[in-house]
């Protein structure tokens, strides 16, 4: 039988390219034209591949958002992309203080038992506010941002007042993150505080709690909070984030930030009763605070013969004094070929740190060996070779005269002087001639004769009210060798300078100077000389303090004073000692009940260095012009008189940290 033929399948109709219409004629006759069109085979397969792809981006979606995986920094990567904001600006364009975290509550589903929750982590309110973030479209590392990061609500309690304060001086971009159990909206959680007013915290908030947080496990949370710091890395890139190192945080946080700190980020632990000690942390800019737990340093005390009650009395004073969260600085005690016996007494029982429960000794003695009285030159290449920063830019020296005594708060003072002086992103230019920071403002000039009176400040339109004379800070050419930060980077100059300085003496004796020209009284040590010396040639300025409270954070005890070694003498033919000037009125030491911002005039801020008033060492009114004019005419006729330099090498490229350029 032959094969019947197949009759052809209906075909859709073809577009009339001719005359731009269907063909109408060509429909099958008896059926219904737009079933047929719906049934074709090629609209079926590419309606399946929209559907597959709309599958596959919902499966992509959960996966990303919904599985243990996501909440874990590494495994997945950040899911979303938001540009991030311009770091230029000081305050982030949100459109509200809250940054779009008025949703309160978690998803009201079937919640599971308390505290057994273990299934995926996800975050329903933090992408709001993250793309609200995301708006300025800038991805620069660099910004001012500062992020506090919480979990309990005591914490919360703890941390932002310090956050709304912070904000107020306007010097960082302030961020706030949730990533607790709680269920309190941000609104309530203000109220709560004391900030009911929206505009009395100008902060931003991301909502970081998981999705079922009051029923997660600890080890939930802790998955959570992991993958909420990297959220916040990879989206805000925040300097420093700033936590509660205290009692009231959960451990899950800061096991979590630990973690985060081991990758490198700046993490801050603030320790109990921060807002009222350490106010001033509030002040500091991004580039203060990210040094802030790299910078170091190390105490100096060149002890002298028959000074053993002096000595103790100062180390009392180190003992009793407040390093909060930081670690206590490293002491060197460099002593004499003779000490009596009760400084050797008091120093092997002496324990440093205080509570020292790592059993750690952070103190070195050094001891002469040579009983033989010392020349200026080798008393001074003796005590630099005291100490040598590790890193320069971060490691740093203070020399304390055993002639002085502490307030418990000058470690406060200290750091906060030297975090805003040496790494402030505002003050970069005008603090790279600051040589250190002085703890005390001297009695007298460096001729030791003359009564130091402290200049009047100039008045700058926008200083207001105008500033006094007695709540000033002021910048002097004059080093202090009683309680004197140096910063590392200026002693390893310092250093290289005295090692050049000598070494040029002894390879060319017939054509420089023995020794500095004396400026300075010789009840001062005579390495202060050279550092005289290197701070007229680069045109240094030490920074002296002032407080408006009556009181002071050293005090400088004259009636135990032993003659400095290098100009003591011991023969009968030898001058006598040079005398101390008249004795002052000691002024009281600040208690540790007294805040470093209520010590410090303008509201505890720290003023530029440009602002303050500077002084030539013997005391005469510069301005910043005068002093650069001054250092030039200085450092020409010390490379020609010292350095060896004549007209064809005077101009000889200056490297950082080094006095080569002074030396031909």
Known sequence: MKDREMPARPR???????????????????????TKISLSPWRIRRRRAVMVVIIISALAYYMIWHSPAAAQPGLLGVPLSYPVENHNSLRSPTPSPYSGAEVTMMPQAKKPPKRQFAGPVSFPQLAASLYTLSLSGNR???????????????????????????????????????????????????????????TSCSI?????????????????????????????????HPQVIIIDGSADEYAYMLKSARAVALKGQTVIHLPHNSLENLLWVTRL?????????????????????????????????????????????????????????????????FVWPPNNLLGINQLTVRRRTSAKNMTPKEASLHFLETFYP???????????????????????????????YHYSVYGS?????????????PATYLNGSTTFDPPIPPQHESKAPAITEANSPF??????????????????????????RLNSLTENPERLPSAPEMKISKFRPAWLEYLLELAQTRGYSMVYPAFQSSGTLAI?????????????????????????????????????????THLLPSDGDLPEAALMPLLSYEGRSLTPPELVLEAERFTTAFKREVGGCHSNTMHIWRVEQSAQDLFC
């Open 204 to 236: 931003s908030w991301h909502d970081a709690r998981p999705n079922y947080a009051p029923q997660s496990t600890l080890s939930r949370m802790e998955i959570s909070t992991a993958a909420a710091y990297t959220h916040a890395q990879y989206f805000m």
């Open 285 to 349: 800019d991004t580039g203060s605070l990210h040094a802030w737990n790299k910078a170091t340093i190390d105490i100096v005390i060149p002890a002298s013969s028959h000074s053993s009650g002096s000595l103790i009395r100062l180390l009392n004073s180190l003992r009793k004094a407040d390093y909060f969260s930081l670690t206590p600085p490293k002491i060197t005690i460099d002593l004499p070929a003779t000490s009596d016996l009760i400084t050797g007494s008091y120093l092997q029982n």
């Open 475 to 500: 910048l002097w050419q004059a080093p202090n060798s009683n309680t004197a930060l140096i910063f590392g980077s200026k002693w390893a100059e310092f250093h290289d300078f005295v090692s050049r």
């Open 556 to 596: 400088v005890h004259n009636e135990l004073f032993q003659p400095i070694e290098e100009f003591n003498p011991k023969s009968k033919g030898d001058p006598k000692p040079p005398s101390l000037p008249n004795p002052t009125v000691e002024q009281p030491l600040f208690s540790s009940r007294m805040l470093v």
């Open 390 to 420: 590790i890193d320069p830019f971060y490691s740093h020296v203070l020399i304390l005269s055993p002639q002085v005594e502490l307030s418990p708060m000058f470690y406060h003072f200290a750091i906060y002087s030297l975090l805003e």
């Open 12 to 34: 859709p109709a073809a577009l009339d390219l001719e005359h731009g219409k269907r063909d109408d004629n060509r429909k099958p006759k008896g059926s219904n034209w737009a």
């Open 140 to 198: 620069n590392l660099k910004n001012r941002r500062v992020l506090f990061a919480t979990a309990s609500l005591k914490s919360v309690s703890n941390m932002l007042p310090i956050a709304c304060e912070m904000a107020r001086w306007r010097r960082n971009d302030v961020h706030f993150m949730l990533m607790g159990q709680d269920e309190l909206s941000i609104p309530k959680i203000l109220e709560l505080n004391g900030f009911a007013d929206p």
């Open 429 to 441: 230019e005008q603090n790279r001639n600051v040589l250190g920071i002085s703890l005390e403002v």
